[in-house]
């Protein structure tokens, strides 16, 4: 691990008005996507877009579908950049460990041994856990959590089989699609991380995991937020950041940690009696 | 006779008699910050992994309402962190300290931990009535790195996603091939538990 390049900001910060705050209300949309147990899980097609698919339909042509927007960040995160080959999901294997798992097994109540957590799994405060996305060898694992919900930070459809075991496990899914931070194009907006925290604090949802992709960055910025809240030191919030991002750190990540407006989230957490965020 | 007061105020803010110096204005209180010690993690619930805390550390510490601390190093705690504990009633077991007792042949502060010592933390971890509990060596890379991967073992995690959360905290220099050894060959079955006193995660 090299420690001396994350801190290299050399990087021009982007002013925050450059920031598009989604016209339509956002906790219209980040109500669950599932809510009766007894049906089958519903998709919102109403998914929050990240900043970029944002940009591209608001500066594109009025064509482009919201489909196809999330298509063309796949892509051009695949071709331009290395790294981002983290931020998106292979929906191709998915599909295909959706296929193997049907094959094998007709059932969610399988118990395979050893445990295996997702990567990166570990719990953030009390019943707050995060990770990267579960795969099917993860469930036994996932099963003695006992969740209540997933809180899941990709703008991917979420995969079929796991969608069907958090459907079979009667778990709660919140979806808010958000691409990483990737320079210097894409920023994570601080409007869907302050709504990301609203649901992911309040006690109703727990216990929670939080997951994106890798379990790196998306889910980093949202734990550093957290941390925030907790009043912890930044000096100790990016080295937790950096533990779990490792060894693809990015300072933009550590950037927007630092910079994100506690004003509204604390307002909110206020009202509702949802801090001080006490171990429990 | 404004500026007096400032500057009174801001001795006590600062403490610093050269920015008393300057005159600068107090424009909001100083904010609370939160430092957790170095390699600081929940590992479930009321369970905390870490390394030895500083007197800087202590309001993070306070916030956890800890029972006891498993201290694993060969090394006595520094006089600051003893006399917290103390005055916080939060009793220490040691278990890694070079002593004829626990000792086993263990003789350099660079060595393992041995089967004996991890099995001696491994049964107080088990044992619900130490709840909140902090595991804590030095650094809280190696020794501390031992147990929890152990008890992760006892989990019955796979030992690939063991090895990935002990790494996770042992720094730029990485993991040492020798706990993971320890960790590996460790003989879960002879941690002797009590079911009746077993954290509701592990039964």
Redesign the interface.
């Known amino acids: 691990m090299n420690y001396d390049e994350p801190f290299q900001m050399d990087e021009e910060l982007p002013g925050q008005d450059n920031v598009v705050i989604p016209s339509q209300s956002l906790s219209d949309d980040i109500t669950p996507r599932y809510t009766d147990p007894t049906s089958s899980i519903y998709y919102d097609h109403q998914l929050i877009r990240s900043k970029l698919a944002h940009l591209r339909l608001d500066t594109g042509n009025n064509t482009t579908t919201e489909d196809e927007s999330v298509d063309e960040v796949n892509k051009s995160g695949k071709n331009q950049y290395d790294e981002d080959i983290d931020d998106n999901l292979d929906l191709k294997l998915q599909s295909k460990l959706n296929q193997e798992y049907h094959a094998k097994y007709d059932t969610f109540d399988v118990l395979t041994q050893p445990l295996a957590p997702p990567e990166n799994f570990a719990p953030v405060i009390n019943k707050i856990y995060r990770s990267s996305f579960p795969q099917p060898n993860n469930f036994s694992f996932l099963k003695k959590l006992k969740l209540k919900s997933i809180f899941c930070l990709i703008p991917e459809e979420y995969p079929e089989l796991q969608a069907e075991f958090l459907k079979h496990e009667n778990i709660k899914l919140f979806q808010l699609g958000m691409s990483g931070n990737k320079e210097p194009f894409v920023k994570i907006s601080s409007e869907l991380i302050t709504e990301a925290i609203k649901v992911v604090i309040d006690p109703a949802n727990h216990p929670i995991l939080i997951h994106c992709n890798r379990g790196k960055h998306r889910t980093g910025c949202l734990v550093g937020v957290l941390r925030r809240l907790q009043k912890w030191s930044l000096t100790i919030i990016f080295d937790e950041y950096r533990k779990f991002a490792a060894p693809k750190e990015r300072p933009m990540d550590q950037q927007f940690i630092e910079l994100y407006d506690e004003t509204e989230i604390i307002k909110y957490a206020e009202e509702n009696n949802l801090l001080p965020l006490a171990w429990e | 006779m404004e500026t007096s007061n400032v500057a009174i105020q801001q001795q006590v803010a600062d403490n610093t008699s050269q920015d008393v110096s300057k005159g600068r204005k107090i424009v909001r209180p100083p904010?609370?910050?939160?430092?957790?010690p170095?390699n600081?993690?929940?590992?479930?619930?009321?369970l905390y992994r870490s390394g030895q805390p500083s007197i800087i550390n202590q309001s993070f510490l306070q916030?956890?309402?800890l029972k006891v601390i498993l201290w694993l190093a060969s090394e006595e705690p520094l006089d600051d962190f003893l006399e917290f504990c103390n005055d916080s009633n939060i009793k220490i077991e040691f278990v890694g300290l070079i002593d004829e007792t626990y000792g086993h042949g263990q003789m350099n502060p660079w060595d393992s931990l041995n089967e004996g010592t991890i099995k001696k933390a491994l049964e107080l971890i088990v044992n619900k009535d130490n709840y909140?509990l902090l595991v804590c060596c030095g650094m809280g890379r190696h020794r501390t790195g031992t147990v929890i991967g152990c008890l992760r073992r006892l989990?019955?995690?796979?030992?690939a996603?063991v090895s990935?959360?002990y790494r996770?905290?042992t720094?730029?220099r990485?993991g040492r091939i020798l706990v993971e050894l320890l960790i590996e060959s460790f003989d879960i079955n002879s941690v002797s538990i009590d079911p009746e006193r077993l954290p509701e995660?592990l039964k």
């Not at chain 2, 904010?31 to 957790?36: A, C, D, E, F, Q």
């Not at chain 2, 989990?155 to 030992?159: A, D, I, R, S, V």
């Open positions: 904010t609370l910050r939160i430092i957790p170095l600081f993690c929940p590992v479930e619930r009321q916030q956890l309402n909140p989990q019955g995690w796979n030992l996603s990935e959360e996770r905290f720094g730029a990485g995660w």
